[in-house]
């Protein structure tokens, strides 16, 4: 009986996999090729199932989203919506914020975000970290300089 109640999180976890990260679309010809790129994104996948869990559970605007996400995520997420997220952001907060970086517009009849849409959105979530990273390399090059 615990295995069958746990067919759901695999079965959303393999949804997330193909409808979400497009695993199905790669078009790598070897496997040594493909197998590094799914195992990426089979650990992205779960960090984003995590997410839509914590998300849905009834504490999700009490708790704080870097119980689920690293606190630079949040930090970057914040910036990026300075006028929305201010203080301690809640795990509701910072998913619906990255469904909406996807394209969902947090309409109170649009529903909860789905899988492409929070793929969409954590995407382009790691593009502002990667120049958050950047910048904050070249900061500190040019700082140790003067």
């Known amino acids: 009986m615990a295995w069958y109640q746990c067919r759901w999180v695999i079965e959303e976890y393999h949804k997330g996999l193909k409808t979400g990260c497009g695993i199905e ?23 984003l199932l ?8 009834p504490n999700a605007d009490v708790r704080p989203a870097t119980d689920v996400v690293s606190a630079e995520y949040v930090e970057v ?7 929305r997220l201010r203080g301690r952001v809640s795990i ?26 929070l793929w969409r959105g954590w995407m382009h ?16 090059r040019t700082c140790g300089k003067s």
Do not use: C, M
């Not at 969902?104 to 529903?111: A, E, I, L, M, V």
């Not at 979530?125 to 500190?140: D, H, P």
């Open 25 to 47: 679309t790669l078009q790598f010809e070897q496997i040594g090729r493909l197998e590094p790129a799914v195992g990426v994104l089979s650990a992205l996948t779960i960090t």
């Open 92 to 117: 509701n907060a910072f998913y619906r914020h990255v469904a909406h970086l996807g394209g969902h517009q947090n309409r109170k009849g649009d529903g909860f975000p789905g899988w492409i849409t």
């Open 125 to 140: 979530l790691e593009a502002l970290v990667l120049g958050y990273r950047l910048a904050q390399r070249k900061q500190r």
């Open 77 to 83: 997420l914040t910036q990026r919506y300075p006028q």
């Open 50 to 57: 995590q997410l839509r869990d914590a998300a849905r559970a």
